[in-house]
Nanobody
Framework: QVQLVESGGGLVQPGGSLRLSCAAS????????MAWYRQAPGKERELVAA???????NYADSLKGRFTISRDNDKNTLSLHMNSLKPEDTAVYYC??????????????WGQGTQVTVSS
């Protein structure tokens, strides 16, 4: 089985920065798409950013370049660098990874979520 461990969340002032990390471990043959989602209070879960195995990325339109997603294929890790944070960025952030296991089946895994709070 696969485990996703997230880290890096916390409290930050508006305009500040945070880096979220997600480490995948377990029965991994290959990792396809990796992504970050978030869910703010009273809102639906939304895609923040995604990155393919080749490094192609896409972001939520509202982020306007403030966030950067990256991955380390050798370490099976995913990162999200968040800059110029705004109160509306406050949410629980979830790591999402599509993994092919040793049975050659692809499953979508979710991290436990890490809280990001942007407040003065």
């Amino acid at each position: 089985q696969v485990q996703l461990v997230e880290s890096g969340g916390g409290l930050v002032q508006p305009g500040g920065s945070l880096r979220l990390s997600c480490a995948a471990s377990g029965s991994i043959v290959s990792i396809n798409r990796m992504a970050w989602y978030r869910q703010a209070p009273g809102k639906e879960r939304e895609l923040v950013a995604a990155i393919t195995s080749s490094g192609s990325t896409n972001y939520a339109d509202s982020l306007k370049g403030r966030f950067t997603i990256s991955r380390d294929n050798d370490k099976n890790t995913l990162s999200l660098h968040m800059n110029s944070l705004k109160p509306e960025d406050t949410a629980v952030y979830y790591c999402n990874v599509d993994i092919q296991n040793r049975n050659y089946k692809i499953y979508r895994y979710w991290g436990q979520g890490t809280q990001v709070t942007v407040s003065s």
